[in-house]
């Protein structure tokens, strides 16, 4: 079975300083990819962003990264210069492409971050 | 933002009442999903459809239904709706299997 699982459920960081959100995965798949996703108050959710497994490069969009370690199925992420807009739940998931339940995103059960002025 | 909508945005019913939510997307994508989300659990997968009346269960299909007659429409359907499935309802629709999936609102159902 495929299976996402983050072992923090709830973080805080002080404005401006940087987080990390861990996120390590089960599959035995090889075609698969990986992403974040932000959900506000608001409900919303938001992609965060996302990584490709055949990737070897770690995917960035601005202030957010993530720490991809394919022989761990490990996918953490790294927010810098934490901003009070950043205070949300934050989900990881994947999805495998081609047979099975195609395009069945699995999601963790996420993490609660705070930021904090 | 992906043009994606959801309605009702929220609804309380009673016990044994049919429910229906309804998708409704601006992007021509091929694929729609129906998730629900509670706490403790992230979100789960309940139909999906890969196409105009082509549709599959999910992980947590039993309960429900789901239709598409048009590219842009997905409907849920909660035939006699009980309080297990009080919960908040996302869809989201991708381009592909593997393409990113993109969410709707979300609808929150209470059922008393």
């Known amino acids: 079975a495929q299976t996402v699982t983050q072992s923090q459920p709830e973080m805080s960081v002080q404005e401006a300083e940087t987080v990390t959100l861990s996120c390590t995965y089960d599959?035995?798949?090889?075609?698969?990819?990986l992403f974040w996703y932000k959900q506000p108050p608001s409900r919303q959710m938001i992609l965060v962003i996302r990584?490709?497994?055949?990737k070897q490069q770690n995917a960035t969009e601005n202030r957010f990264s993530v720490n991809f370690q394919k022989a761990a199925k490990s996918f953490s992420l790294k927010i810098s210069d934490s901003q009070l807009g950043d205070t949300a739940m934050y989900f990881c998931?994947?999805?495998w492409g081609l047979g099975g339940s195609q395009g069945n995103l699995i999601f963790g059960k996420g993490t609660k971050l705070s930021v904090k002025p | 933002d992906a043009g994606i909508t959801q309605s009702p945005r929220h609804k309380v019913t009673e016990t044994g009442t049919p429910v229906t939510l309804r998708c409704h997307q601006t992007?021509?994508?091929?694929?729609m999903y129906w998730y629900r989300q509670d706490p403790g659990h992230g979100l789960r997968l309940i139909h999906y459809s890969y196409g105009v009346k082509d549709t599959d269960k999910g992980e947590v299909s039993d309960g429900y239904s789901v239709s598409r007659s048009k590219t842009e429409d997905f409907l849920l359907t909660l035939e006699s709706a009980t309080s297990s499935q009080t919960s908040v309802y996302f869809c989201?629709?991708?381009?592909?299997?593997?393409?990113?999936?993109?969410f709707g609102p979300g609808t929150r159902l209470t059922v008393l």
């Open positions: 599959t035995s798949e090889s075609n698969y990819y």
């Open positions: 989201a629709i991708s381009e592909s299997t593997v393409s990113t999936q993109y």
């Open positions: 990584q490709e497994a055949y």
């Open positions: 998931a994947f999805v």
């Open positions: 992007e021509n994508h091929r694929y």
